[in-house]
Each structure stands twice: as C-alpha cells, then as structure tokens.
C-alpha cells in the first residue's frame, strides 16, 4: 500500500514538473514574439548555480543556490522595467505562499522603484497575470490566502501556445510618466497631514486604483483617493451638498 502511494506521489510529481516546463515554455514563446515585435525584451532569469567541483574529462559537480531574482525581468518598450514570477498548479488553486517570502520581498522592491511586477499564474489551461499589489493583498481583495480562476477573471490572458501576458494594457500604464501632477503639487500633498484608514472594497476598484496610481505617478493609492476626493468636493462647490446626497 505505501510502495503504490509512493510510486503515485512520483507519477505525479513527474506530471506537475512536465506541465510546469510547458507552462514556462509557453511564456518563453511570448518574450520571443513581444521581442520581434519590438514590443518588449523580457527574458528568463538563469538559475543561480554554483560549481563546487571539476574534472578533467568535463564533468563537475554543482548545486543551486537560493534563488534571488525573479523568474522572468526585463524592459517594456517606453523604458519600463517589468518582473514576474511564474507559477503554475495541476489543482483548482493558486495559494498565496507559492511564493517564498524572498520572491515576495524581490517583487514588493522592484514595485517600489516603478517596475511593473506581477505573478504569471497557470489554473490548468487557464492563464492570467496578477499585478503584484493585487497578489500581495490576497487576503483582503478575497477573503482568503488562495485565489481560483474564477477570481482571477479579469487578469486572464489569451494563450495561443504562448502565453501572452497582456504588454499592451501595460504599456498604457507606462503613461504615467506623462501624467504626473506638476511638483508643487506633489510637494503641498507631502506637507499635509495624513490619516490611515483600512477600507475594503472590490478586486474591481482595487485594480483601477492600481491603474489610476500608475498613470498619475501617486506613490499609494491613499493619494490617489485623496485626488479623487479634492476633485469631488471642487466640483461640489457652491452646491447644497445636503441636497446632493439625497439624490
């Protein structure tokens, strides 16, 4: 009984580690078609390998090290950095804690330094790709630390032998740099003082803070409702603002 579960738990390790590869293999076929479109040059990051021995006929002996990079990093066109890790599982779910805490800790870096970070993320032949922000607050966006394809709906993206991890929404993002607020602006918002609130509301409109904060060069989306807030109450100005709400 215990060799048949062995051998099972074998044949299905060999499964996974096969669907794996293809799912990166797939990716790979992107990088390669964003490349000869001069899209973007995204490429795999090399295992980091470390050679402990050698022989005079070739041979050696290695093993690899802790990772720290990201699986795949490179440059959309417009200048932007963008890094993913990829991740894929035979079951119905993606946990939160594939990834290790230094992937998590890698990502939430090149995210503060403006990289377009993200997890590429394989359901069985479901694809999508999760903005980091998204990813990190699994909790709070779902209620739980794990996500299925049906919560991952509106980061799917289409798969035709390769999986094509959707350069053109972001390089829309890559606007922000045109967008940003005059400094003056961007200085007055730093003096003021702040407040911190926790708020829950839809994987929806957090997404569209994320966006809104990308194309606006806000460093938080507290800035971002900040913004929108000011621009309400301007609007409202010299309106029965009592009047307004009974609407």
Known sequence: MIDNQRAALRYQNKVNNAQGHFFESAIKAACALYSDRERADVDKTPEPFRVLEKSRDGKFKGRFTARAQPDFQGTLDGGRSIVFEAKYTTTDRLKWDVLTQEQRDTLE????????????????NEFFFVPWTVWRDMK???????????DLEQWRVRFNG????????QRQMCIRDRLRPPRKERDTMKKQHTQKMTVRVTAQTAYNLERLMLM?????????????????MLALRGRNIETEETK
Do not use: M, N
């Open 216 to 232: 606006s060069g806000q460093k938080t989306p507290g800035r971002v409702v900040d913004k929108l807030v000011r621009e309400k």
């Open 140 to 150: 709070e966006h779902f209620g739980r630390k794990y996500v299925t394809a049906a």
């Open 162 to 169: 390769a999986v094509l991890f959707s350069i053109r929404r």
């Open 109 to 124: 870096r090149h995210a503060r330094r403006g990289a377009l970070a993200a997890v590429c993320g394989g359901i069985g």
